[in-house]
């Protein structure tokens, strides 16, 4: 019996990254001998689409043939709290049916933004640096800015709907 996955880190992973470059093979091993198989399996990331592109690559590459359905989980947070001082999750799973669904995806997440330091900030790779340096100068390479500008980046709920809604592609 085959299961689903839905919320999977991959390496290089924007945050809870917790392997090590050279672990692909390994992890990639993993997932195709997991007991039960799994026949679905949802590559998770913060803001960006980056880990679910490089599994689909090794999946296009004829790694992970047991899995008929890999798609992109993408996390985000909400700007509205809870009462334990944290930020609300919400996590966006997209069909890959579309052959263009990454670019649509990055697209759509480029609808959403994040109003802080008297400016705007789109759910772009991009934005999400220039967030990161803006929230913590000392963030001087681009990884460590982009790790965390995805930890100061909060999409309000209008907005997400907002860009739900005025999209085609997401509405569908």
């Given amino acids: 019996m085959a299961s689903m996955e839905p919320h999977v880190h991959a390496p290089g992973t924007v945050l809870e990254d917790r392997y090590a470059p050279s672990e692909w093979d390994a992890y990639l091993h993993a ?101 990161g340096r803006r929230a913590n100068p000392n963030k001087g390479d681009d990884e460590a800015a982009l790790q965390y500008g995805c930890t100061q980046f909060k999409v309000s709920l209008d907005n997400l709907m907002g860009a739900h809604r005025g999209m085609t592609w997401a509405a569908d």
């Fill in 31 to 131: 997932l195709e001998t997991a007991t039960p198989s799994l026949a679905a399996i949802g590559i998770t990331d913060y803001c960006i689409t980056r880990s679910y592109e490089r599994v689909k690559a090794e999946k296009e590459k004829g790694r992970l043939k047991g899995c008929n359905l890999l798609f992109p989980n993408i996390e985000l947070r909400l700007n509205t709290g809870t009462v334990k001082g944290h930020f609300v999750n919400i996590h966006l799973l997209v069909c890959p049916d579309d052959p263009n669904h990454i670019s649509e995806l990055d697209r759509f997440l480029g609808h959403l933004v994040f109003s802080a330091f008297d400016d705007k900030f789109a759910c772009t790779p991009a934005d999400l640096v220039r967030l």
